[in-house]
């Protein structure tokens, strides 16, 4: 019998669900339930069930390519690595390191990230990042400042301990579905579940209070509830005095704000505001659950702070279900985070600006010289390169002319760049622009670890091969790095993983034994002795003096307001059946027959006034561009609102590319539309 089960983990998501791939004669042939998976206990959503689909899927990448005229030709390896190493040199040598920026993949793992942010740093330039730029940088960034780490802080098993569950801007019960399963728990055994969401969705119809907010008005509502809890004396003293410092500032900015403001602004009783204030602050464990809805607004680095401190507040941190839990989107943005793979942060989140970090990696890279940060994010990066500083990019499984925000423009700066490569496991629009295609190969066809939003790191054994030609990305990483005159000496991932046990404090006791086991081991795990950790800030917070820092932030208007020519709100999110750009999903027969389109969700009252029935084509336009989608209508969202999926390729030609000042950020909930039937 030559069939064999796999332990692997699901692609999508950063639920990070564990599964077997069952294999035979070196195909994946079928799926096991991995029922002692510590996060997923053998569930899958929608998407995870139809993995299989896309692994050998017909067009996969297969070989190396590079453009010729429209189109492309098959090149060997070699003529490939060449061109890509003499793409980014003649633009090191004409415009120095800075003109050269990396994108760094979520969907790859811990010891391909670790590299590619090491390559762009080696080569000189400060500017690598990843796609935590376009859903959670402000939870590194805000949280880090609140707490000390900007990750989460409790693990999803924990879910089912809280009396509490407070859900703003998620709706994990299609975004993260396996997170239901904890919540239900939580629910059933009698906790209060709280959901602010401008629309009624599947998460919202677990919820005792709905608080359908006006999007864009999170800090006042946040603000509202801190007041209530400050005014009623819920607040807990104790756990203030003596693990935080702030309040007095955030006291004193409360007073003359009103609830009745916050009502107006809201859309939010003030009765509702009370009730929810109350039952989150007197239950004797709350969680807090936020994702994209907050972190996607020019204030998402406020939204998040705002976030943790009413936690704070209240002394919801660091116990079995209390916490706050980001809902992080790709399988492996927490890893790629970790790594480095961001333009603020060294691998283990030391600060690129800090000369310290630098000397550090110094030592620990035998190098003699590395780029302070900070180095561009990719929201700058697409200014860059549309002034001309940035020449050369390298994008390892992204695809940014699906996903950015006002995707005009991003395409106007990567033709305007003098080199493109991308690296890939399909032909993506991106990918399409590129001077050089790199055939990547998938998760299930390399070994690697990869951690999850619970910052559960786990290693997964190759258990296919890739088609064609196609590679593990650290091997294609390595070679051109080889021909750049780089010290890339590693042979497999296992020897990766040991420099980042070297050099990532909150992995040191994460070896490949260890992490290989079903689960793996949750950060910080420093030592090998260390069982690694459930629940962060238990005794203390991780800042210098071990208090978290009350932020007091006030509400800012959005980038951009509804008008006569634009009278309708449009926001946008995830729906259960795809995933990110849809590069994978959108190939998955059984997830696309069920949701093939773009459609737009519009009030009743609002198509009766347009002349729109439902199913009817439609034009949404914003003052970027125009995107065509099928009416649903609903009572999903109000009247002056509507929203769109934004997995289909015509959603981020409209969507706000305003960013959050801090986290740089783009405001995808939130553009001012008008939408017509189409002529
Ligand atoms: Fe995959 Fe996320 Fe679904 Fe789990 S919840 S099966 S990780 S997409």
């Avoid at 579905?177 to 055994?189: E, M, S």
């Avoid at 807990?236 to 410092?245: A, V």
């Avoid at 403001?261 to 602050?281: H, L, M, Q, V």
């Avoid at 729109?612 to 125009?626: F, K, Q, W, Y």
Wanted: charged share 25%; proline share 6%; net charge neutral.
């Amino acid at each position: 019998m030559s069939t064999k089960l796999i332990a692997s983990l699901c692609p999508y998501c950063a639920v990070g669900c564990g599964l077997y791939l069952t294999v035979d004669k070196g195909k994946a042939i079928g799926i096991e339930y991995m029922t002692d998976h510590p996060a997923s206990e053998g569930a899958l959503c929608p998407k995870g069930n139809s993995l299989l689909e896309i692994l050998d899927h017909e067009e996969r990448l297969k070989y190396p390519m590079k453009k010729l005229g429209d189109g492309f030709v098959r090149i060997t390896w070699d003529e490939a690595l060449d061109l890509v190493a003499q793409g980014l040199s003649r633009n090191i040598r004409k415009h120095g390191p800075g003109s050269l920026g990396f994108l760094a993949s979520s969907r790859c793992n811990n010891e391909e990230n670790y590299l590619m942010q090491k390559m762009a740093r080696l080569l000189g330039s400060p500017n690598v990042d990843n796609c935590a730029r376009l859903c959670h940088s402000p939870t590194v960034v805000g949280l880090g400042a609140v707490l000390g780490t900007g990750a989460m802080t409790n693990n999803l098993l924990d879910l089912q301990n809280a009396k509490c569950i407070f859900a703003i801007g998620t709706n994990f019960t299609e975004a993260h579905p396996i997170v239901t399963r904890w919540a239900q728990k939580a629910k059933d055994n009698g906790a209060v579940i709280i959901v602010a969401d401008p629309r009624i969705t599947s998460t919202s119809w677990m919820a005792d209070i709905h608080l359908r907010i006006n999007p864009g008005s999170d800090i006042d509502l946040l603000r509202a509830m801190m007041k209530v809890i400050i005014d009623e004396g819920l607040a807990d003293d104790d756990f203030i005095k003596s693990r935080t410092q702030g309040f007095e500032e955030l006291r004193d900015s409360l007073r003359d704000f009103s609830l009745e403001e916050a009502a107006e602004k809201t859309g939010i009783s003030t009765g509702d505001i009370i009730r929810a204030a109350k039952a989150y602050a007197i239950s004797p464990a709350s969680a807090l659950l936020y994702s994209m809805g907050i972190t996607q607004h020019v204030c998402g680095t406020d939204n998040v702070k705002s976030c943790a401190t009413l936690a704070l507040l209240c002394g919801h941190v660091g116990r079995p279900g209390a916490g706050v839990w980001p809902m992080r989107g790709q399988n492996n943005v927490q890893g790629n985070c970790d790594m480095g793979g961001m333009p603020e942060f060294y691998p283990g989140y030391k600060r690129s600006t800090d000369p310290q970090t630098i000397e550090f990696f110094k030592a620990g890279w035998n190098v003699s010289d590395l780029p302070l940060g900070p180095g561009l994010t990719s929201t700058e990066m697409t200014e860059a390169a549309l002034e001309g500083r940035l020449k050369a990019l390298y994008i390892t499984g992204e695809d940014p002319i699906v996903c950015d925000a006002n995707i005009k423009k991003t395409r106007k700066a990567f033709e305007n760049l003098d080199f493109l490569v991308v690296q890939e496991i399909f032909m993506t629009p991106t990918a399409r622009m590129a001077d050089v295609v790199l055939p990547a190969a998938a998760w299930a066809e390399k070994d690697g670890s990869y951690t999850s939003m619970e910052r559960r790191v786990q290693w997964i054994d190759k258990a296919v091969d890739a088609p064609g030609e196609a590679k593990d990305g650290m091997w294609i990483v390595c070679q051109i790095a080889k021909r750049l005159g780089l010290d890339f000496p590693y042979q497999n991932a296992a020897e990766v993983l040991s420099e980042i046990n070297r050099l990532v404090p909150q992995y040191g006791g994460m070896t490949l034994e260890r992490i290989s086991k079903v689960g793996g081991l949750r950060w910080p795990c420093p030592d090998v002795q260390h069982p690694g950790t459930d629940i962060l800030h238990a005794q203390r917070f991780s800042t210098p003096d071990g208090r978290a820092r009350i932020a007091t932030v006030k509400n800012r208007p959005p980038g951009e307001e509804i008008s006569p020519e634009y009278p309708i709100l449009l926001t946008t999110g995830r729906i259960v059946l795809h995933y990110n750009g849809g590069s994978m999903t959108m190939r998955s027969i059984s997830l696309y027959e069920r949701d093939p389109e773009l459609y737009v969700e519009m009030n009743p009252a609002d198509a009766a006034r347009l002349n729109i029935a439902a199913g009817d084509l439609v034009v949404v336009t914003t003052r970027r561009g125009s995107a065509e989608a099928r009416a649903r209508l609903t009572e999903k969202v109000r009247p002056g609102v509507a929203f769109m999926p934004f997995h289909y390729h015509g959603t981020n030609i409209i969507t706000s590319d305003a960013l959050d000042p801090v986290a740089k950020i783009p405001e995808y909930k939130i553009a001012a539309c008008r939408i017509e039937a189409r002529a």
